[in-house]
Every structure is written in structure tokens, then in C-alpha cells.
């Protein structure tokens, strides 16, 4: 059974850090591409980050590009999202899963929600 658990989310001032967790388990997640999604209320599910099996390779949209690094650590299963400076429009729920490129996600988790207000 493939599991998908997001941590890390919270209330934060414009400005501010978090750092997100990914912990995956129930597929070798060193042979799969990874990523960072984002939903936010009333809007569709948004890419924001990209990372190759090995972290060698990372991707950014545009709009977070400069602030958000995603990393991995494969020997402990576990996918990282470092949010710097953050806006109020970061603020929706954020998720885990495999870079598909066209090909099947596996099953959401519960996501962890960040909310940037003052």
C-alpha cells in the first residue's frame, strides 16, 4: 500500500519559513521522481516543484522559483520543501507525489495546509 503523509504546514506571517516533510513508503522512492503540488481554495491543483530520483535535477514554478527549494533524502524515504519568504498567495494545501509526466499519480495523501497571513 502506498502512503503519501505531508507535515510541516502551518499559520505564518508574510516573510516567514516552514519547512514541509514528505514521508513515503509502500514504493522505492528512489526510482521515482518526486514533486511538490499546491491547491488552493476554489482553484485547480498547481506544480510548484520538481526533484529527480536521485536530487540531482530540480524544477520550479515560476512563482515560487527563488524562494522554494525541494530536496530528498532517499535513505530515510523522505521529501522536503523549504518555503522561504512567503507571500499570502502561497497560502493552500500543499501535497506530495510522483512526477507522473503523463503517467499515474499514486494515491494523495492528506496534504498539510499554509495559510500566510498577517
Known amino acids: 500500500q502506498v502512503q503519501l503523509v505531508e507535515s510541516g504546514g502551518g499559520l505564518v506571517q508574510p516573510g516567514g519559513s516552514l519547512r514541509l516533510s514528505c514521508a513515503a513508503s509502500?514504493?522505492?522512492?528512489?526510482?521515482?521522481?518526486m514533486a511538490w503540488f499546491r491547491q488552493a481554495p476554489g482553484k485547480e491543483r498547481e506544480l510548484v516543484a520538481t526533484?529527480?530520483?536521485?536530487?540531482?535535477?530540480?524544477g520550479y514554478s515560476d512563482s515560487v522559483k527563488g524562494r522554494f527549494t525541494i530536496s530528498r533524502d532517499n535513505a530515510k524515504n523522505m521529501v522536503y520543501l523549504q518555503m522561504n519568504n512567503l507571500k499570502p498567495e502561497d497560502t493552500a494545501v500543499y501535497y506530495c507525489?510522483?512526477?507522473?509526466?503523463?503517467?499515474?499519480?499514486?494515491?494523495w495523501g492528506q496534504g498539510t495546509q499554509v495559510i500566510v497571513s498577517s
Open positions: 507525489n510522483r512526477n507522473s509526466r503523463g503517467s499515474y499519480y499514486y494515491a
Open positions: 526533484i529527480s530520483s536521485g536530487g540531482g535535477s530540480t
Open positions: 509502500g514504493f522505492t522512492l528512489s526510482i521515482n521522481a
